[in-house]
Nanobody, 117 residues
Framework: QVQLVESGGGLVQAGGSLRLSCAAS????????AGWYRQAPGLQRELVAGIISGGSANYVNSVKGRFTISKDNAKNTVYLQMSSLKPEDTAVYYC???????????WGQGTQVTVSS
């Protein structure tokens, strides 16, 4: 069984930065593809960023130029560096991963990000 542990959320002022981490542990899992979703109260879950094994990444338009997704294969961890944060970035952020050799999608527990104006 693969467990994903998220960390790095919190309260930050507008214009500030946070880095979210998503560490995979448990059964053998080398991260193939991964990404981050977010869900704000009353809104649908939104795909924020995704990354594939070769490192190619994509982002929702609203975060382009401000967020960067990356993964550390040695640490089996995915990161989301968030800069120039805005109040509208406030949401619970969830990571997901796909492990090499598996089509199963694993999810993190979610971490709250709150941006004050």
């Amino acid at each position: 069984q693969v467990q994903l542990v998220e960390s790095g959320g919190g309260l930050v002022q507008a214009g500030g930065s946070l880095r979210l981490s998503c560490a995979a542990s448990g059964s053998t899992c080398s991260i193939n593809a991964a990404g981050w979703y977010r869900q704000a109260p009353g809104l649908q879950r939104e795909l924020v960023a995704g990354i594939i094994s070769g490192g190619s990444a994509n982002y929702v338009n609203s975060v382009k130029g401000r967020f960067t997704i990356s993964k550390d294969n040695a640490k089996n961890t995915v990161y989301l560096q968030m800069s120039s944060l805005k109040p509208e970035d406030t949401a619970v952020y969830y990571c997901y991963v796909y492990c090499f050799g598996s089509i199963r999608q694993y999810w993190g527990q979610g971490t709250q990000v709150t941006v004050s104006s």
